[in-house]
Structures are given as structure tokens and as C-alpha cells.
């Protein structure tokens, strides 16, 4: 299946948050970067849980909607 990101100019920086996680480089991230296709701000955040051996096991996101026009 493919997933398309919207706005597809921060889908690049998306898909490697994703690969960094994946390959365990990072155990956070976090910005703020628009969620919808009407570019709506969110702050976006994931952390990372590791199994008994530090592997990556899965990671949590959430996204909060940026209010009033602050930022990160």
C-alpha cells in the first residue's frame, strides 16, 4: 500500500522520521508541521520504545494542533 502525505512538500521530512525510528537512530522527535492539505499546524511528536536488548520495538506519535500561531 502507498501513503501519501499531505502537503506533499513535508512528506520528505515525514518519511525520514519514520526511517530514523524505524532504524532506531533516534529515541524522540518532535516539530511542527502542517497535518492537512489546507496546511493546518500541528505540533507533531513521537518517541520511541526499545525492547530488553535496545531494538527498536514500536513508536508512540501524537499531534497537537498549534494554537494562536505558536510554534514549537
Known sequence: MRWEYSPP???DKYREWM???DRGEVDKLEGVIPLTVG???FH???TLERD???HPLKAYGSATLVVDGEED
Do not use: S
Open 9 to 11: 512538500d513535508y512528506a
Open 19 to 21: 526511517r530514523k525510528l
Open 39 to 41: 496546511r493546518v499546524p
Open 44 to 46: 507533531v511528536r513521537y
Open 52 to 54: 530488553e536488548n535496545g
